[in-house]
């Protein structure tokens, strides 16, 4: 099967055209994974989702057939599965990966995965890892060695799926992102019972939240974050959107500072990362980033039952960062 006729179906104009259904999708997706699909046959079905509007059925369709090729990496044990794919050129510091840390020592092991494009330098996850002590892997036995040691791994998205990234890096020639933005935010590689995720226009938040109810993800959490990754403003209301045991879920979170700004406007030192968890630099705002990020993923793997005790148990982790060891790892 070619990728016309799916293109046929988006195309045929305003009086036939419709969305993909699920199996369309993985149908679609499949083709174009096996390397057959011609790339204008793949650029066309990409901008044409893009035209009528990505729907939950077609990102679950989509993540399907990737989870398909990717099965080897199901067997890696994750309690919070956390994608990193921002691109936005205005973001700061990643100072989520510290609220991931905090999470990994409550007992969590945490997979990030993803790819960053379009950002300022000091926005790089990669480059702020090595200072973080959190490792890069590239197979299943190492994302589940590293996760025993340390609890918590990041896992480029070159090692986890080329074609995945070659699809992604699209946006260069089609000048305009894609379903495979959504698709990889969803994909949730190793099966985690949970997950966290940020967007960057507020619409994708309940569209993620019907993808992760068709996928069957059992707790779910998606935020417009800073920037786009799953990193909170704690000067606002935050509406929280997704599952809960696999029921949706809506709620508002409650400010936790008065302080308000861009993330961005925060640090654009690099070295203020570590600085902020090791204690030789201090900034009661970007805490509060860090502590509010980390009660909303400590809410959604179920370690707290309401956001004020998730904010509570974060603030308890932070104090004991440095003089604690990680708890024994759950899933």
């Not at 174009?32 to 729907?55: C, D, Q, V, W």
């Not at 973001?91 to 300022?120: C, D, E, I, T, Y």
Request: aromatic share 6%; with cysteine.
């Amino acid at each position: 099967m070619s990728l016309a006729q799916h293109i046929r179906t988006l195309g045929r104009g305003p009086s036939f055209a419709r969305n993909l259904t699920r199996q369309e999708a993985a149908e679609a997706m499949a083709e174009i994974l096996s390397g057959r699909a011609a790339p204008e046959a793949t650029g066309a079905l990409l901008m044409l989702m893009r035209y009528h509007g990505e729907n939950a059925a077609e990102i679950a369709g989509f993540v399907d057939a990737f989870s398909d090729s990717l099965s080897h990496w199901q067997t890696v044990d994750v309690g919070l599965d956390w994608p990193t794919y921002a691109a936005g050129r205005s973001r700061g510091l990643p100072w989520f990966l510290l609220s991931a840390k905090l999470v990994a020592m409550a007992g969590v092991p945490v997979l990030l995965h993803g790819w960053n494009s379009h950002q300022n330098p000091v926005a790089s996850v990669t480059e702020a890892l090595q200072n973080l002590n959190i490792k890069q892997v590239k197979t299943p036995d190492e994302a589940q060695q590293q996760l025993v040691q340390t609890g918590i791994a990041y896992l480029p998205l070159a090692d986890l799926s080329p074609k995945a990234l070659e699809l992604l890096q699209l946006r260069d020639v089609l000048g305009l992102r894609s379903a495979i933005n959504t698709t990889l935010r969803m994909l949730n590689p190793c099966l985690a019972s949970a997950s966290v995720q940020g967007v960057f226009h507020p619409s994708y938040r309940l569209l993620q939240a019907d993808t992760g109810c068709l996928l069957g993800q059992k707790n779910l959490s998606v935020i417009k974050g800073g920037g786009g990754e799953f990193e909170r403003i704690p000067g606002k209301p935050l509406p929280v959107f997704g599952l809960r045991d696999l029921t949706p879920f809506e709620e508002t979170a409650s400010p936790i500072s008065d302080e308000t700004g861009r993330l961005a406007d925060i640090s654009s030192e690099p070295e203020n990362l570590s600085g902020l968890w090791d204690g030789s630099w201090s900034n009661s705002y970007a805490e509060a980033v860090v502590i509010g990020t980390a009660a909303l993923a400590l809410h959604t793997v179920g370690l707290a039952d309401s956001f004020a005790k998730a904010e509570s148990l974060a603030q308890s982790i932070w104090e004991k960062r440095l003089n604690s060891a990680p708890k024994r790892r759950i899933a």
